[in-house]
């Protein structure tokens, strides 16, 4: 029967990869709370976690059975709609741009070619950031729904700060789009094979530079948290959210976290090409060339989440080590500093691909 | 494949509701707003042609027409701004200072 | 067959958000449907393969556009908007025009025919931003230049009406 082979080909092609896609996600946003947890505590001389499971191995599930059958609070005062409209929008926008991204280069599993991507998109950057920019609308409708006037300036704070935060960020990718000539993500990968652009001087490090801070910023994340600055504002655009709602944010900002870091690997770091130590220059030297080998060996998947856990840690080192900033430090930050650089990067980066120095 | 004059109903009813809004509605947002309903309509005539015409130039034209739409919203919004400082309301028919 | 069913999910969905966009008495609802209606019409430009202007529409319209209305609409009290009527006293009169016009257009272009409906079969081969691109700074450099004077008047425009005057 065709039709049933048809339905079969469709599970295997968008049904399996969106469920491994999905676990992967919801495991990860699971479990970067314990690492965040554990990070924070023993860069402050702490333990962390330690008495569910070995280690706290258990406590992301404890957390996740304490957000769930918590009682649900909606404000009297509330939207009621807008309020339980905003973590959805805001969950959704983040599992959404998971879509676009390849893990790796069309692989060979039970003797079928898998390709390990839900959707390669030809405008697959240009989605992220859409995506990304529809982000802020669960934000900001958070804090004006809650009806609460810590949450409405947590909502503002946000908002200011994602848009304003955007730019730069935009002028980083487009920069990189550039120097790739593609806007698709696995095309951005295979343009990295001889170079990663990273070390492509001097455009490269000012990107990767530019687009390291506005995802910081982008994400909320200290030392850029204004949004949900404890100190100033209870807890900003969430407040007076409980339960499960309350849960969502808090997985969002982690899924947030890891299409950032899944990016600034893809794109600066050469995605899923494995390190290699000075290939042309002393790679035929049998000490380097058997490492370059045993590096080469690892399968390309690993490699790219070996670069996102490091984009990870290297946010939760950033938390422990930077205070806050203030409001307006934030905002001159982003357009008296970060934006004129970025323009005179992507200025440098056309200027030399018309060159054909890169 | 979907004919071409569904979607030119589909942009001439954006564009009728978003004439009655402007027409009807007092708040200036909800004016604003359906100006930008009827870019959308015409956004959505100009790529349909462009896709059945195989030509680019529509799809080039609705560029303009976004940017022309961000320009118009800062200016707008900054004139409502404006406005509701100094008459403190956001409602067009109370906008009356010229009326005898 | 596919197509159409999801022309028409989408063309539903755009006209009664739209609807909803002119009729609701908070005007923050009205963004949300506005931001609705932005992704649907994000979706038919994907049907038509404008997949860049799908992005560009995302970005510009519901990232930017609607943002700064969602900003100013809450930052401009609306508690009053409850009590206050909606409409002007016209509404009936302007909802029955639009409706006569909405017909009348729809007569025309039900009874009418378009020159490119016969070949709409075939894909334009790889129109994608590259193509896009070439024509926007080629043979529409002049308008483009234009248009970036525009924005920059706009950027100008905007700060300079709402800024405070601090020395009276």
Known sequence: ?358 | MVPLSWYVLLSAALFTIGVVGVLSRRNVFIILMSIELMLNAANINLIAFSHYLQNLTGQIFVIFVITVAAAEAAVALALIILLARNRGTVYVDEFNLLKG | ?168
Request: aromatic content about 14%; proline content about 5%; glycine content about 8%.
């Open chain 1, 1 to 358: 029967m065709p039709d049933m082979q048809q339905i079969i080909n469709f599970i295997i092609t968008i049904g399996i990869p969106v469920v491994v896609l999905l676990s992967f996600i919801l495991a990860n946003a699971m479990y970067l709370q314990l690492m965040e947890r554990k990070v924070l505590a023993h860069m402050q001389s702490r333990l962390g976690p330690m008495r569910t499971g070995w280690h706290g191995l258990l406590q992301p599930v404890a957390d996740a059975v304490k957000f769930m059958f918590k009682e649900d609070i909606i404000p009297a005062k509330a939207d009621k709609w807008v309020f339980s409209l905003a973590p959805l929008i805001f969950l959704v926008m983040a599992f959404g741009a998971f879509v676009a991204i390849p893990f790796g280069p069309d692989t060979v599993i039970f003797g079928r070619t898998v390709h390990l991507w839900v959707s390669n998109l030809n405008i697959g950057v240009l989605y992220i950031v859409a995506l990304a920019g529809i982000g802020t609308y669960g934000v900001i409708m958070a804090g004006w729904a809650s009806n609460n006037k810590y949450s409405l300036m947590g909502g503002f704070r946000s908002a200011a700060q994602m848009i304003s935060y955007e730019i730069p960020m935009a002028f980083a990718i487009v920069t990189v789009a550039l120097m790739a000539g593609s806007l698709n993500l696995t095309e951005i990968v295979q343009a990295q094979s001889q170079k990663w652009f990273i070390i492509v001087f001097p455009v490269g490090p000012v990107a990767f530079f530019l687009y390291l801070i506005a995802g910081v910023a982008e994400t909320n994340r200290a030392p850029f948290d204004l949004p949900e600055a404890e100190s100033e504002l209870v807890a900003g655009y969430f407040t007076e959210y409980s339960g499960i709602r309350f849960g969502i944010f808090y997985m969002a900002e982690y899924m947030n976290m890891m299409i950032v870091s899944l990016l600034a690997s893809i794109m600066f770091l050469g995605g899923w090409m494995p390190v290699q130590i000075f290939p042309k220059l002393l790679g035929g030297i049998p000490p380097i060339s058997w490492i370059n080998t045993a590096l080469a060996a690892i399968p390309p998947t690993l490699w790219l989440l070996a670069k996102l856990y490091f984009f990870i840690f290297f946010y939760m080192w950033i938390r422990a080590t930077l205070p806050r900033y203030r409001y307006d430090q934030l905002m001159t930050i982003a357009w008296k500093i970060l934006l004129p650089i970025s323009l005179g990067t992507l200025l440098v980066a056309a200027f030399m691909k018309q060159a054909g120095w890169m």
């Open chain 3, 1 to 168: 067959m596919i197509n159409q069913l999801i022309f028409a999910y989408f063309a539903a969905v755009i006209v009664v958000s739209a609807v909803l966009v002119i009729t609701r008495k908070n005007p923050v609802h009205s963004v949300m449907f506005m931001l609705l209606l932005f992704f649907h019409i994000a979706g038919v430009f994907v049907l038509l393969n404008a997949e860049f202007l799908a992005a560009v529409q995302l970005i510009v319209y519901a990232g930017a556009i609607l943002i700064l209305f969602l900003f100013v609409v809450i930052l401009l009290s609306v508690e009053r908007e409850s009590q206050a009527a909606r409409a002007n006293r016209f509404w009936p009169w302007l909802a029955g025009f639009g409706l006569i016009i909405a017909g009348e257009i729809a007569l025309l272009v039900l009874r009418g025919s378009f020159p490119g409906e016969g070949k709409m079969a075939v894909q334009v081969a790889g129109a994608g931003v590259r193509d896009l691109g070439v024509v926007l700074y080629s043979k529409f450099l002049v308008p483009f230049e234009i248009s970036s004077v525009i924005l920059l008047v706009g950027l100008i425009g905007a700060v300079m009406l709402a800024k405070k005057k601090t020395n009276e």
